[in-house]
């Protein structure tokens, strides 16, 4: 088993658990709380993923790189045991939602597309989780989640990389600017909007002069208002 396939095994497990456990308290959906979920989109060399990490374990939660995201999207099983953890209510909710985002549409590499939607909607409602890459701050909207956008300079994102990945500083920009250029056309593609667009994050952070340590407290807090507040809508 890779390390990818353990990561996703364990965070199955704990909300297959999750799922049997409100089904002994009969833990009614409608009144139950949002789950937590958070996305980071960020640019390479930004420290977007270590920031992702630290904050993964600072809030307990599991933290799902683009490479897991992509090998649950892409395996059946894996997709079939994220839809079965939900209640039978959300399921339904999940696939009439998938069919009407989806019907008369054409979209490039259709299945792909049509399973990152439905797992990243289904993760957002079990929670617990951050999701890193893969647009899902695009895929749930500002009233499901909380997201957030990790920018840096560009010569602060090279001598990160010359740091942290030890390349030269050629080799840094060109990965930069191989990355960037992905990540647009990915955005712009799937989703038709601009990766960098504000208005689709809840935060956005310039980690320049900024530790990425230092963010931890703050972002948490900032996540725990934005559900106490999709918890009690009608406080808004």
Do not use: C
Not at 54 to 79: F, K, N
Not at 154 to 160: D, F, G, I, T
Request: glycine share 6%.
């Amino acid at each position: 088993m890779t390390s990818i396939d353990a990561i996703i095994n364990r965070q199955l497990l704990r909300w297959e658990l999750e799922k049997k456990q409100a089904d002994v308290a009969e833990v009614q959906p409608d009144k139950a709380p949002p789950a937590p979920i958070v996305t980071i989109s960020r640019q390479t060399g930004s420290r977007g993923s270590y920031f992702a990490s630290r904050l993964a374990t600072s809030m307990s939660y599991q933290h799902l790189h683009r490479e897991v995201i992509d090998r649950i999207a892409e395996t059946a099983g894996y997709r079939t045991r994220i839809v079965e953890s939900l209640d039978e209510k959300h399921r339904n909710e999940l696939e009439l939602m998938i069919e009407s985002l989806f019907t008369g549409k054409s979209v490039d590499h259709y299945d792909y597309v049509k399973h990152l939607h439905r797992i990243v909607l289904s993760m957002a409602q079990l929670g617990g989780v951050i999701l890193v890459g893969r647009g899902g701050n695009f895929i749930l909207g500002l009233d499901r989640g909380f997201h957030i956008r990790i920018v840096a300079p560009l010569e602060k994102r090279v001598e990160n990389l010359r740091l942290y990945r030890r390349v030269s500083t050629s080799e840094a920009e060109k990965m930069i600017s191989v990355s960037d250029k992905a990540r647009r056309e990915f955005a712009k593609k799937v989703f038709d909007r601009q990766i960098d667009d504000p208005s689709g994050y809840d935060m956005t952070v310039n980690s320049a002069y900024l530790d990425v340590e230092d963010l931890i407290d703050v972002v948490s807090d900032a996540v725990k208002a934005k559900f106490q507040k999709l918890a009690f809508p009608e406080h808004l």
